[in-house]
């Protein structure tokens, strides 16, 4: 008996129904009945179109095929009259048949499914044994198993959704061309997707590439500057220039571009080497740069300083270079208090106390003992930070003043 095919009738689809031989009803015929197990309609069309429930519950009650499960002891024995006794085929239990539709009465199985049972005339014909085993085919077994299918006694599924081996390949079929047409039109959107992921890797390799050589072409041009510097500040002996060349050099080397990653190379990316001391510029300049960080981190006050220091080295030439630049770091602090450490900011030098009432105060090198200039160069100092940081006191201001007075 062939199960689990997919009839058509009347632009229908049925499932045919699944036997195993044993009745699992719950009923037995009496006298003429015929119990029989009818096809179902399928829940998914071949064009996979999922259909409504309702609307396979009431197809499924017209069937008109189905599996005799078991016939009475009286039926097919006699015509419907009595009159004469039954001639020709008698349907047995397993038979596919043919009945009138919506005959016979429902009765919903012990195991769940729902049967009918009906009298012997409503049923019409037995379908022929050679088209209902056609599953037997062999080929037709093959072709469905590597495609896939496996016999009932194999299936781990639901056993309501086992379909014999044409059955697969029918269903297989019709799905088949869907599924391709589906897998073509996303085939080539993600081959799409690709090509532009490429485009999009090779647009940003290039532009990265671009990048890196317009930073090294900056960094060369910035370095040429740089030495142009120092050699002009060695050639007229400017040693303050000097020093700031040397200094904004090795700054610049710090943060040289690095070359680009080779995928054949492991080794890791060159460390830019350290400066050297150049012999001809004199230690004093490189102990007066280390001893004031302000010249290389304030860029006012190292211009101040270059200044100061050009105008010392023309009013004081008899003096050496450390005496000179010592001048110019009392002068910058005067005009760049703030920058330096205070190291009594915590604890001020005590003033003494006023001698009388109405005195100035005993005080030789109090803010009062200022000259007016430098008591005036701290009110615009007071004013210019008002709001934005904690100014220097009077008295600390009055004591940067006479240690550092020249």
């Given at each position: 008996m062939?199960?689990?095919?997919?009839?058509?009738?009347?632009?229908?689809?049925f499932?045919?129904?699944?036997w195993?031989?044993?009745n699992?009803a719950g009923?037995?015929?009496?006298?003429d009945?015929?119990?029989?197990?009818a096809?179902?309609?399928?829940?998914?069309?071949?064009?996979?179109?999922?259909?409504?429930?309702?609307y396979?519950?009431?197809?499924?009650?017209a069937?008109e095929?189905?599996t005799?499960?078991?016939?009475?002891?009286?039926?097919?024995?006699?015509n419907?009259?009595?009159?004469?006794?039954w001639?020709g085929?008698?349907?047995a239990?397993?038979d596919?048949?043919?009945?009138?539709?919506?005959?016979?009465?429902?009765?919903?199985?012990e195991d769940g499914?729902?049967?009918?049972l009906?009298?012997q005339?409503?049923?019409?014909a037995i379908?022929v044994?050679a088209?209902?085993?056609?599953?037997?085919?062999p080929e037709?077994?093959?072709?469905?198993?590597r495609?896939g299918?496996?016999?009932?006694?194999?299936?781990r599924?639901d056993?309501e959704?086992?379909r014999?081996?044409r059955?697969?390949?029918d269903?297989?079929?019709?799905l088949?061309p869907?599924?391709q047409?589906?897998?073509?039109?996303?085939?080539?959107?993600?081959?799409s997707?690709?090509a532009?992921l490429?485009?999009?890797?090779?647009a940003?390799a290039?532009?990265?590439?671009?990048?890196?050589?317009?930073?090294?072409?900056?960094?060369?041009?910035?370095?040429?500057?740089i030495?142009g510097?120092?050699?002009a500040?060695v050639?007229?002996?400017?040693t303050?220039?000097f020093a700031v060349a040397?200094?904004?050099?090795?700054?610049l080397?710090d943060?040289?571009?690095?070359?680009?990653a080779r995928?054949?190379e492991?080794a890791?990316a060159p460390?830019?080497a350290?400066?050297?001391?150049?012999?001809?510029?004199p230690?004093?300049i490189m102990?007066?740069?280390?001893?004031?960080?302000?010249f290389?981190r304030?860029a006012e006050a190292?211009?101040?300083?270059?200044a100061?220091?050009?105008a010392v080295?023309?009013?004081?030439?008899?003096?050496s270079?450390a005496?000179r630049l010592e001048i110019?770091r009392r002068?910058?602090r005067?005009?760049?208090?703030?920058?330096f450490?205070?190291?009594?900011r915590?604890?001020?030098?005590?003033?003494?106390p006023?001698?009388g009432?109405?005195g100035r105060?005993?005080?030789?090198?109090?803010?009062?003992?200022?000259?007016?200039e430098?008591?005036?160069?701290?009110?615009?100092?007071?004013?210019?930070l008002?709001g934005k940081?904690?100014?220097?006191?009077k008295?600390?201001?009055?004591?940067?003043?006479w240690?550092?007075d020249?």
């Amino acid at each position: 008996m062939r199960e689990g095919r997919i009839l058509k009738f009347d632009q229908q689809e049925f499932v045919v129904s699944v036997w195993d031989g044993v009745n699992r009803a719950g009923y037995v015929p009496l006298d003429d009945k015929i119990l029989v197990l009818a096809d179902v309609h399928a829940e998914m069309t071949s064009g996979a179109v999922q259909l409504p429930a309702e609307y396979v519950e009431r197809q499924t009650l017209a069937a008109e095929h189905g599996t005799v499960i078991a016939v009475g002891p009286a039926a097919f024995r006699w015509n419907d009259d009595g009159t004469r006794q039954w001639v020709g085929t008698i349907p047995a239990a397993g038979d596919r048949v043919y009945f009138e539709r919506y005959a016979g009465q429902l009765l919903k199985g012990e195991d769940g499914r729902l049967y009918r049972l009906m009298s012997q005339r409503c049923i019409a014909a037995i379908a022929v044994a050679a088209a209902v085993e056609a599953d037997a085919d062999p080929e037709v077994e093959a072709q469905a198993r590597r495609m896939g299918w496996v016999p009932r006694d194999d299936f781990r599924g639901d056993a309501e959704k086992w379909r014999p081996a044409r059955d697969f390949l029918d269903r297989g079929m019709t799905l088949l061309p869907v599924l391709q047409q589906q897998y073509r039109a996303l085939d080539g959107r993600y081959a799409s997707m690709q090509a532009q992921l490429r485009d999009s890797q090779k647009a940003l390799a290039d532009l990265t590439e671009r990048t890196r050589r317009a930073d090294e072409r900056a960094y060369q041009r910035a370095v040429r500057d740089i030495e142009g510097r120092r050699q002009a500040a060695v050639a007229s002996g400017d040693t303050t220039a000097f020093a700031v060349a040397e200094r904004d050099l090795q700054d610049l080397r710090d943060t040289a571009p690095l070359p680009p990653a080779r995928a054949e190379e492991a080794a890791p990316a060159p460390v830019p080497a350290p400066v050297e001391r150049v012999e001809s510029m004199p230690v004093e300049i490189m102990d007066f740069v280390q001893a004031n960080p302000w010249f290389s981190r304030n860029a006012e006050a190292r211009q101040d300083a270059i200044a100061i220091q050009s105008a010392v080295d023309r009013q004081h030439p008899g003096l050496s270079l450390a005496e000179r630049l010592e001048i110019t770091r009392r002068k910058v602090r005067q005009l760049h208090p703030a920058l330096f450490e205070n190291r009594r900011r915590e604890a001020p030098p005590p003033v003494s106390p006023s001698r009388g009432e109405g005195g100035r105060g005993g005080n030789p090198r109090g803010f009062d003992a200022l000259p007016v200039e430098a008591r005036r160069e701290y009110d615009r100092y007071a004013r210019a930070l008002a709001g934005k940081g904690k100014p220097l006191t009077k008295d600390e201001w009055a004591g940067y003043y006479w240690e550092n007075d020249a």
